[in-house]
């Protein structure tokens, strides 16, 4: 998300749009109005890599919603993403799923051992929904992966703080922690 997207030409969340489908030119675009980016997030953090953005029109899907409290190890997750099958895969047009294992916690992460399905190159942003009282609730983002079985995810109830700040109210163009579009100054917060 931006800011970290400039060397791929975008520069704005607006200058996103969310697929919603599971084969890669057939489901439905919406347009990004607004997003988060966390901001301890760099290329060598290994936490803080984690975001949301706004949709201009609610999606074709039903959210699910954030987990309260962290997964347990040895729980089974179900993961999904857009990524490839393999180190060297080229076939990353179609959204998969599998089950994974919680395999350590940490304060705001945990690893994933895949048990059999694991996360890959192209699945980062992508869910780990565990079940909770008999309810899906998205646990965790996939963040980084070796592909062969280890995935490390952001915990969802670690940024649920951010999370609600970040849908409960829409942009303003105030310092508020949202990039907000059309102030008659730069907002503060976009990139």
């Known amino acids: 998300l931006p800011p970290n997207l400039n060397d791929v030409g975008i520069y704005d969340y607006t200058d996103i749009e969310v697929f ?52 347990y190890n040895n729980q089974s997750v179900r993961v999904a993403g857009f990524g490839v099958t393999s180190e060297n895969g080229t076939d990353s047009d179609r ?32 869910a780990t929904i565990a079940n909770v009282g008999g309810q899906e609730v998205l646990a965790g983002v996939h963040s980084r992966s070796d592909c062969y079985g280890l995935s490390y995810e952001m915990r969802v109830d670690a940024y649920l703080g951010a999370i609600n700040n970040f849908i409960g109210a829409a942009p303003s163009c105030a310092a508020d922690g949202q990039c907000a579009s059309g102030c008659a100054e730069p907002d503060p917060e976009c990139p």
């Open 95 to 126: 959204k998969r799923q599998g089950s994974a294992t919680v395999d350590q916690l940490y304060l705001t992460s945990m690893d994933l051992a895949g048990s059999p399905s694991s996360t890959c190159f192209g699945d980062s942003g992508g």
């Open 20 to 71: 919603f489908g599971t084969y890669v030119g057939n489901g439905e675009m919406r347009s990004v109005s607004s997003g988060w980016t966390d901001p301890g997030w760099n290329d060598n953090a290994m936490d803080h890599d984690i975001g949301l953005v706004r949709l201009t029109a609610a999606g074709p899907a039903t959210p699910l919603p954030p987990a309260t409290s962290a997964p």
